[in-house]
T-cell receptor
Framework: GQNIDQPTEMTATEGAIVQINCTYQ??????LFWYQQHAGEAPTFLSY????GLEEKGRFSSFLSRSKGYSYLLLKELQMKDSASYLC?????????????FGGGTRLMVKP | ETGVTQTPRHLVMGMTNKKSLKCEQH?????MYWYKQSAKKPLELMFV???????ENNSVPSRFSPECPNSSHLFLHLHTLQPEDSALYLC?????????????FGPGTRLTVL
């Protein structure tokens, strides 16, 4: 089976930087995704990591360490519209035909 | 707009009703998925279709019955549901089921079972 852990809630201030962590345990790691989901809306893709290191995409960056089973999503220059849930999802080749397993999501609240 | 549409957006049904959820993707993808999202629980994968063949059925009760008539359409037929089946049902699609193939999600159907 798989275990994906991320904090349930986080609060940060507009303009600041926030780091959302995700730890996972898998048998056959084959990629990690981050999705953003605003309340009442569909999840939208943010980033993908399959090799160790940092992937940067504008204000958002995602980091992966496969040896530690660890990833984080870094959000810079926070804006009010960044208030949303952030979902970590892992692909495991031994899980249900290479399907994604999602963590419970981290609800981020950005305050003025 | 992600290119994945779902109807209806909201559905209220009794436990003896039969209803269907519809998903359509306009992205030319070959894989389609049904997920269940309950309050305070992770997204749960229910079914996966690749090239119109079901490749995964994640121990879902038989009161949920999927149908994929072609690569652009996916249905979820519902009958004799229970109140605990109330949730947001999300459809997603991807080009393939492996590798770097991000899934594009529809807006979901908010289902309430009375």
């Amino acid at each position: 089976g798989q275990n994906i852990d991320q904090p349930t809630e986080m609060t940060a201030t507009e303009g600041a930087i926030v780091q959302i962590n995700c730890t996972y345990q898998t048998s056959g790691f084959n990629g990690l995704f981050w999705y953003q989901q605003h309340a009442g809306e569909a999840p939208t893709f943010l980033s993908y990591n399959v090799l160790d290191g940092l992937e940067e995409k504008g204000r958002f960056s995602s980091f992966l360490s496969r040896s530690k089973g660890y990833s984080y999503l870094l959000l810079k220059e926070l804006q009010m519209k960044d208030s949303a849930s952030y979902l970590c999802a892992v692909r495991d080749i031994y899980n249900a035909g290479n399907m994604l397993t999602f963590g419970g999501g981290t609800r981020l609240m950005v305050k003025p | 707009e992600t290119g994945v549409t779902q109807t209806p957006r909201h559905l209220v049904m009794g436990m003896t009703n039969k209803k269907s959820l519809k998903c359509e993707q306009h992205l030319g993808h070959n894989a389609m998925y049904w997920y269940k999202q309950s309050a305070k629980k992770p997204l749960e994968l229910m079914f996966v279709y690749s090239l119109e063949e079901r490749v995964e059925n994640n121990s879902v009760p038989s009161r949920f019955s999927p149908e994929c008539p072609n690569s652009s359409h996916l249905f979820l037929h519902l009958h004799t549901l229970q109140p605990e089946d109330s949730a947001l049902y999300l459809c997603a699609s991807s080009l393939r089921t492996s590798g770097y193939n991000e899934q594009f999600f529809g807006p979901g159907t908010r289902l309430t079972v009375l």
